[in-house]
């Protein structure tokens, strides 16, 4: 089965090696040695800001994500602040998590938010879209997981924006509502108090001010749950959904729903309908969804038959599984090379509104959260490889969200009933948090590719992934070290600069399955050493395998 299927269903003064805290931790990898590895920074070649929305996020009504994880209600026993779950506004405070996706997804295209605002009392119940999935397991109870209280709407939502510091990104159902409910959507967040009847049924909800919202997705995966659409169709949808839309003074950055991973055809039909009519200037953002699941090798491309266990996996799971996500670099410069066959001056950007690690059922939190799963440190290493890459493209993505926040896919926590974990992707992101907003600039990267064994076959994967952004004189770079096994020693050159002080934070751990659970919070970690220096033009650093590494190096 196909989930296309699925889803319609400067060397300077002085040189310094460290080996820091948390790699001394690896008794193999502590003996100093010559770099095999090389990084260049070149400060003086930016690249482009790195949109703070790259280090977005996505809460769709799916299984556990909102029911339970965001929303446990005002009379909860689990501490909240107006019915939403206080441990991760707590959390999700840390990382400045710059945007957020909802309601979905698949569901957005069967979501009516006519049903989601008004007293919560009087809120219908509706079927969710995800009730009839076949990979629930046998024997689940009833729920607003399956049966939609809608006590999570429009204004819960804004405020849970407000409390952890984001912008809303509201999803639009283009499949089964009307243009006409998707410009009264916008009327009911964004018009003036006071000023329409929407306006004040937002206020008699509790929000009197607009909330502003700014990003609209127009339909979601409109080649399959969206509608089954083709290109063309969905061009005329496209149009028709953004013709008129009132503003209120906020310029909406429409995004339209791109395509399924490398399905260029989805993108170069859709960019020279949308050419045609010369509607390409009404887009702001082109959504690519890709998703690493296939860890068979290349023995079957199934969606269920391919997909692997989150936590019990051999070597070459572990390798392959980072093969599926370092797709990333060619989707986002194969997809940007059609886009510009009609949009040469680049003014539509990529928004990668879904990606992450899909495996299979089994190691949920509990059988309510469909398709939730285990996170460990090959979670970790797959989100610092897509985020560096994100970072190096950060002239071509001006967002990016990861699926799913909680109790889903790739998930930053999991929670059931008052037990909460923040997982291994959850340090990525507050390591990287650092790189918002800064100036990419170019990296090169030279190191060994580790090599394994692909159904029988001789294979390998990238060697070390690295970014590296300016913010004033603070320079971020940040390193991921695929090898499961081996250490690299890297020298890190920054032409341009020199550095007077670095700081260095490691994710790392001694077994490459290890995961945060709610018996054992903390066994995946991030270890901080501080370093002082002067005239740092370059250094070797050890990087343990499977590891994730930020450094901090002020510049003179
Ligand atoms: O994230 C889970 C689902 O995957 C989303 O609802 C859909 O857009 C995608 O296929």
Redesign the pocket.
């Known amino acids: 089965m196909k989930?296309r299927q699925f889803?319609e269903s400067a060397i300077g003064a002085s040189a310094l090696i460290i080996t820091g805290r948390a790699s001394a931790r690896f008794a193999a990898a502590r003996q100093s040695r010559s770099a095999d590895s090389r990084i260049e920074i070149l400060l003086n070649e930016p690249v482009g800001r790195i949109a703070p929305e790259i280090y977005g996020h996505?809460a769709?009504h799916?299984g556990g994500v909102v029911y339970d994880g965001i929303w446990v209600g005002e009379d909860s026993k689990v501490p909240n602040v107006g019915g939403i779950r206080k441990a991760l506004i707590d959390a999700l405070q840390r990382i400045k998590p710059s945007v957020v996706r909802w309601p979905?997804?698949?569901?957005a295209d069967s979501y009516n938010w006519h049903d989601g605002v008004g007293p919560r009392s009087q809120r219908p119940r509706r079927t969710n879209f995800w009730r009839d999935a076949s990979e629930w397991p046998k024997g689940v109870a009833d729920g607003p997981w399956n049966y939609d209280t809608n006590q999570f709407g429009t204004n819960e939502f804004m405020r849970f924006c407000r409390l952890i510091g984001a912008q809303p990104y509201v999803a639009a159902n283009v499949r089964s509502l009307t243009a006409r409910d998707f410009y009264e959507w916008a009327e009911y967040c964004n018009s003036p108090a006071g000023t329409t009847t929407l306006a004040d049924l937002r206020a008699a909800g509790g929000d009197r001010e607009p909330f502003k919202v700014r990003f609209w997705g127009v339909g979601?995966?409109s080649w399959?749950?969206g509608g089954n659409f083709t290109p063309e169709e969905y061009a005329a949808e496209y149009r028709r959904f953004t013709e008129w839309v009132p503003k209120f003074g906020i310029e909406p950055a429409f995004i339209g729903a791109g395509p399924n991973s490398g399905d260029l055809d989805w993108t170069r039909r859709f960019f020279t309908k949308m050419n045609e009519r010369r509607a390409l200037g009404r887009m702001w953002g082109w959504a690519l969804?890709h998703?690493s699941w296939n860890v068979s090798g290349g023995r079957t491309s199934d969606w269920r038959q391919g997909k692997g266990d989150a936590l019990k996996y051999p070597e070459e799971e572990w390798y392959e599984l980072l093969r599926e996500s370092d797709r990333m670099e060619s989707l986002i410069t194969d997809h940007w090379s059609v886009m510009a066959e009609n949009d040469r001056q680049h003014r539509v950007k990529l928004v990668v509104d879904?990606w992450g690690a899909w495996y299979r059922p089994g190691t949920e939190a509990h059988t309510t959260h469909l398709?939730g799963q285990q996170s460990t440190m090959r979670d970790a290493v797959l989100a610092a490889l897509t985020l560096n890459t994100f970072n190096r493209h950060a002239d071509k993505v001006a967002m990016a969200n990861v699926?799913?926040l909680i109790n889903?896919?790739q998930s930053l926590f999991l929670a059931y009933g008052d037990k909460f974990v923040a997982t291994p992707t959850f340090h990525v992101f507050a390591m990287y948090a650092a790189h918002q907003g800064g100036q990419s600039v170019r990296t090169v990267c030279s190191a060994p590719r580790p090599s394994y064994s692909r159904n029988g076959q001789p294979a390998s994967v990238r060697g070390l992934s690295e970014s590296a952004s300016l913010l004033d004189r603070r320079l971020v770079l940040t390193i991921a070290n695929p090898d499961a096994t081996q250490a690299r020693m890297a020298e890190i050159a920054i032409r341009g600069a020199v550095a007077k002080s670095i700081k260095n934070i490691v994710l790392a751990a001694r077994d490459i399955h290890a995961y945060n659970s709610f018996e054992s919070p903390r066994s995946v970690e991030p270890v901080e050493t501080q370093m002082a220096t002067s005239r740092l033009g370059s250094l070797v650093l050890e990087f343990p395998p499977a590891s994730v590494t930020r450094l901090e190096l002020m510049l003179e």
Do not use: P, T
């Not at 979905?104 to 569901?107: D, L, M, S, T, W």
């Open positions: 989930r889803i996505f769709e799916l979905g997804g698949c569901f979601n995966e399959g749950c969804h998703y879904e398709f699926a799913q889903c896919l």
